[in-house]
C-alpha cells in the first residue's frame, strides 16, 4: 500500500501570507495527487487533481506542484476563509489519504 | 446542480447490518464511478468502496473486503453500501462521492454517521 505523509499536521499563518503544505508519498507516485480542503463539519471539496490543475471555481491563490513522491499545496495569499483542513490524496495504486495539515490563523 | 444525499446511518451493535443509501442529482448518474468513503472521529479520510458506471466491477479495500458490499441503481440514480458484520472500527462518517473521470471526487455528499457500540 502506498503510505501518504503530510507536513507540517498544523500550520499558523496570518492573513496574506504565503502558506506552503507538502505531501510525501512512500513511492513513485507519477502525479496522481488531488488535494482537498475541509472546512470544519464539512465534506471535502476538490481543490487540484492531477498535482497541478485547479478544480473549477477555486480561486488562484491555491497552487499545486510536484513529481516523484514529493507534492505541494501553496496559497499564495492566505485568507481567512482558508482556515481548513487538507487532504492529499494519491490514485497511483488504488486510493489513499494523507492524516491531513490543519491550517489555522496565527 | 450536483447533489449527494446520504441515508441510512445510525447506531448499531457489532455484528450487526447496516444499509447506505445516496441519490444523485444534476448529473448523468449512469455515466459516472461512483465511491463510498469514510472518515473516523477526528481522524483522516478512508477509501471504503468503488463501483464503475454499469455496476459490473466493484472494489474494496483489505478492511472492508468481504463484509461490505456497494451497488447502485442507474434507473433511480442511487448508490448503495451494505455492510455486514460491522466492527467498532467501522465507527465514522460515511461519504458517498462522485468521479470527475479522473480518479478524483469531484462531488461529496454531506456524509452520514455510522456507530457501532454496544
Known amino acids: 500500500d502506498i503510505q501518504m505523509t503530510q507536513s507540517p499536521s498544523l500550520l499558523s499563518a496570518s492573513v496574506g501570507d504565503r502558506v506552503t503544505l507538502s505531501c510525501k508519498a512512500s513511492q513513485n507516485i507519477y502525479k496522481y495527487l488531488n488535494w482537498y480542503q475541509q472546512k470544519l463539519g464539512e465534506a471535502p471539496k476538490l481543490l487540484i487533481y492531477y498535482t497541478n490543475s485547479l478544480q473549477t471555481g477555486i480561486p488562484s491563490r491555491f497552487s499545486g506542484s510536484g513529481s516523484g513522491t514529493d507534492y505541494t499545496l501553496t496559497i499564495s495569499s492566505l485568507q481567512p476563509e482558508d482556515v481548513a483542513t487538507y487532504f492529499c490524496?494519491?490514485?497511483?495504486?488504488?486510493?489513499?489519504f494523507g492524516a491531513g495539515t490543519k491550517l489555522e490563523l496565527k | 446542480e450536483v447533489q449527494l444525499v446520504e441515508t441510512g446511518g445510525g447506531l448499531v451493535q457489532p455484528g450487526r447490518s447496516l444499509k447506505l443509501s445516496c441519490v444523485a442529482s444534476g448529473f448523468t448518474f449512469s455515466s459516472y464511478w461512483m465511491y463510498w468513503i469514510r472518515q473516523a472521529p477526528g481522524k483522516g479520510l478512508e477509501w471504503v468502496s468503488s463501483?464503475?458506471?454499469?455496476?459490473?466491477?466493484?472494489y474494496y479495500p483489505d478492511s472492508v473486503k468481504g463484509r461490505f458490499t456497494i451497488s447502485r441503481d442507474n434507473a433511480e440514480n442511487t448508490v448503495y453500501l451494505q455492510m455486514n458484520s460491522l466492527r467498532s472500527e467501522d465507527t465514522a462518517t460515511y461519504y458517498c462521492?462522485?468521479?470527475?473521470?479522473?480518479?478524483?471526487?469531484?462531488?461529496w455528499g454531506q456524509g452520514v454517521m455510522v456507530t457501532v457500540s454496544s
Open positions: 463501483i464503475n458506471t454499469d455496476g459490473g466491477s466493484t
Open positions: 490524496q494519491q490514485y497511483n495504486s488504488w486510493y489513499t
Open positions: 462521492a462522485k468521479d470527475n473521470n479522473n480518479y478524483d471526487f469531484d462531488y
